[in-house]
């Protein structure tokens, strides 16, 4: 008799009740099948694809460059190699800001076409019309305050956002309005971790910092920056964990002297 063990999905509701048992929640990007897979067997909890393959896939100065349908297929590979966790994918800028009826056809294409579990929108009260139409479709949606990489050009910078009393007291109230309006997480991305703290415990929701401190209800990652694929992005809120580009950089190198050499392959590595 075969032994089957069936892996619990990560589903909306189980990283709810993370945050009402005050169990810290993981979450990485993944981009393709092969890295899904590993990060799924490691136990991440929720898996982003995010916009950022714009920057790490495709080598864009910016996320804006990525389209839905680029989405749509990083995500479906994604979903192919995921058993348990939450897959959450980024709405390309673009495909939601001024349009809800767009909003809910990206929405659902995304749904449809990739298999993933819920969509991401960058934003505030000024995206409200679209996070209500993709709502009422029944499509989980996840929320994204503070430093907006799909805004770059409005802000000009990447640095830190809400440090002045009148900015953060807008994103506490928004943070509360996506709440209200039915978010079931939200992401705070390079705000001071005081505020960090202070809309974590103002609001419901889990919040899912990424430069926003020890106080959010979960912590993300691009899993390139983790690994140290990406060579060049030295944040501070960035903990590596491995070099990646030099493991793979002296492996390379090694087979370009075995195949020059002669060395590659020997006798047990042919037919």
Same mark, same amino acid.
């Given at each position: 008799m075969?032994v089957?063990?069936?892996v619990?999905r990560? *589903?909306?509701?189980v990283?709810?009740a !993370?945050?009402?048992?005050n169990?810290?929640?993981?979450?990485?990007?993944?981009y393709?099948y092969?890295m899904a897979k590993?990060l799924d %067997?490691?136990?991440?909890?929720v898996l982003?694809v995010?916009? &950022? %393959?714009? #920057?790490? !896939?495709a080598?864009?100065?910016? *996320?804006?460059? =990525?389209?839905?349908?680029q989405?749509i297929y990083?995500?479906?590979s994604v979903?192919?190699?995921v058993?348990r966790?939450?897959i959450?994918v980024?709405l390309?800028? $673009?495909t939601?800001?001024?349009?809800s009826?767009?909003a809910?056809?990206?929405?659902i294409? @995304?749904?449809?076409? &990739?298999g993933?579990?819920?969509?991401k929108?960058? $934003?505030?009260?000024?995206?409200?019309d679209?996070?209500?139409?993709?709502?009422s479709?029944?499509?989980?949606?996840m929320?994204?305050?503070g430093?907006?990489?799909q805004?770059?050009?409005?802000?000009g910078t990447?640095t830190?956002?809400?440090?002045?009393?009148?900015?953060?007291k807008?994103l506490?109230k928004?943070a509360k309005?996506?709440e209200?309006? $039915?978010c079931?997480?939200?992401?705070?991305?390079?705000?001071p971790?005081?505020?960090?703290k202070k809309?974590?415990?103002s609001i #419901? @929701?889990?919040? @899912?910092g =990424?430069g926003?401190?020890?106080? *959010?209800?979960?912590q993300v990652?691009?899993?390139?920056d983790?690994?140290? =694929?990406t060579k060049d992005?030295?944040?501070r809120?960035?903990?590596?964990y491995?070099?990646l580009?030099d493991l793979?950089?002296?492996?390379?190198?090694?087979? @370009?002297k075995d195949?020059?050499?002669?060395?590659f392959?020997?006798k #047990?590595e042919?037919?």
């Amino acid at each position: 008799m075969s032994v089957h063990k069936e892996v619990k999905r990560v *589903t909306v509701h189980v990283v709810q009740a !993370m945050k009402m048992r005050n169990e810290k929640i993981s979450m990485l990007t993944a981009y393709d099948y092969s890295m899904a897979k590993i990060l799924d %067997a490691a136990g991440i909890d929720v898996l982003l694809v995010g916009d &950022s %393959a714009s #920057n790490v !896939m495709a080598g864009h100065e910016t *996320t804006l460059p =990525i389209t839905l349908d680029q989405m749509i297929y990083h995500a479906s590979s994604v979903v192919r190699g995921v058993k348990r966790a939450l897959i959450v994918v980024d709405l390309p800028f $673009g495909t939601y800001q001024g349009n809800s009826k767009k909003a809910l056809n990206s929405a659902i294409r @995304i749904m449809k076409e &990739s298999g993933a579990h819920a969509v991401k929108l960058e $934003g505030g009260k000024e995206i409200e019309d679209s996070i209500k139409r993709i709502l009422s479709a029944g499509v989980p949606v996840m929320g994204h305050l503070g430093l907006t990489p799909q805004s770059i050009y409005k802000f000009g910078t990447y640095t830190v956002r809400a440090k002045e009393e009148e900015e953060a007291k807008n994103l506490i109230k928004d943070a509360k309005h996506l709440e209200k309006l $039915g978010c079931f997480a939200l992401v705070l991305e390079k705000i001071p971790a005081a505020l960090a703290k202070k809309v974590s415990e103002s609001i #419901n @929701i889990p919040t @899912i910092g =990424i430069g926003g401190g020890a106080d *959010t209800d979960g912590q993300v990652l691009v899993t390139h920056d983790l690994l140290g =694929i990406t060579k060049d992005f030295h944040p501070r809120f960035l903990r590596r964990y491995l070099e990646l580009f030099d493991l793979i950089k002296d492996s390379v190198e090694q087979y @370009i002297k075995d195949v020059k050499s002669g060395d590659f392959p020997n006798k #047990n590595e042919q037919y």
